[in-house]
């Protein structure tokens, strides 16, 4: 696919998927959560779906759980706005923060498939199950596939927990390898 220009294509994108009625997750949402930051970022972080916070402000990953990452970001000094692109792999909030359903994934998908064509990240880091499962055609979960380098369509694929996950379980060894996949995936984009 050709774009003109970058920032148009991506203000028409959000134009046009703000009144998205494809599936099931409109009927509650608030607002659609399309994605943040660079558009020119190597990286790429996809999470599950908005949760109640995001579908409040229209942006992804802005709850106790976004609050983690901002931090694991600042600890690898990775900034938000500057080295990345986040998204979901559904762009509706799935109502009381159920996991997204699998029509609910195909009939979104077609939207984060535009957005990596038209950023382009050399890395792409699924956070938890449903966003590792969309890229891997795996029956492994997240605990075997975190901080692995897969590769999908030319893109290096690096599955990290959920920051959710790493909430719930604040043992030394999430944290730790939570620690550790960060600096593969610093690596990866300082290497490409
Ligand atoms: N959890 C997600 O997977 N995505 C968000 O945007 C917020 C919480």
């Known amino acids: 696919m050709e774009f003109k220009n970058k920032q148009d294509d991506y203000q028409d994108f959000v134009n046009k998927i703000k009144d998205c009625k494809l599936c099931r997750l409109c009927e509650k949402r608030t607002q659609v959560v399309p994605g943040y930051g660079n558009l020119?970022?190597?990286?790429?972080f996809v999470g599950?779906?908005?949760g109640e916070?995001?579908?409040?402000l229209g942006i992804p990953f802005v709850g106790r759980a976004g609050q983690l990452l901002d931090k694991i970001f600042k600890a690898a000094d990775l900034s938000r706005e500057k080295d990345m692109y986040i998204t979901n792999i559904v762009k509706c909030r799935p109502p009381e923060?159920?996991?997204p359903e699998k029509d609910e994934i195909e009939e979104?998908?077609?939207?984060?498939?535009?957005?990596?064509?038209?950023?382009?990240?050399?890395?792409?880091v699924?956070?938890?199950?449903?966003?590792m499962r969309f890229f891997l055609d795996t029956t492994l979960g997240?605990?075997?596939?975190?901080?692995?380098i897969n590769d999908w369509n030319g893109i290096k694929i690096i599955p990290m927990y959920h920051p959710s996950y790493v909430l719930?379980?604040?043992?030394?060894?999430v944290k730790g390898e939570t620690w550790q996949d960060i600096l593969i995936v610093k690596k990866m984009i300082m290497n490409k």
């Open 126 to 131: 699924p956070l938890g199950n449903y966003s």
């Open 97 to 99: 923060n159920r996991d």
């Open 168 to 173: 719930r379980n604040q043992s030394k060894k």
């Open 108 to 124: 979104c998908k077609s939207y984060l498939y535009y957005q990596i064509e038209l950023i382009k990240p050399k890395v792409i």
């Open 142 to 148: 997240i605990t075997k596939t975190r901080g692995t």
């Open 53 to 56: 916070q995001e579908d409040e």
């Open 40 to 44: 020119d970022a190597d990286l790429m």
């Open 48 to 50: 599950e779906g908005p």
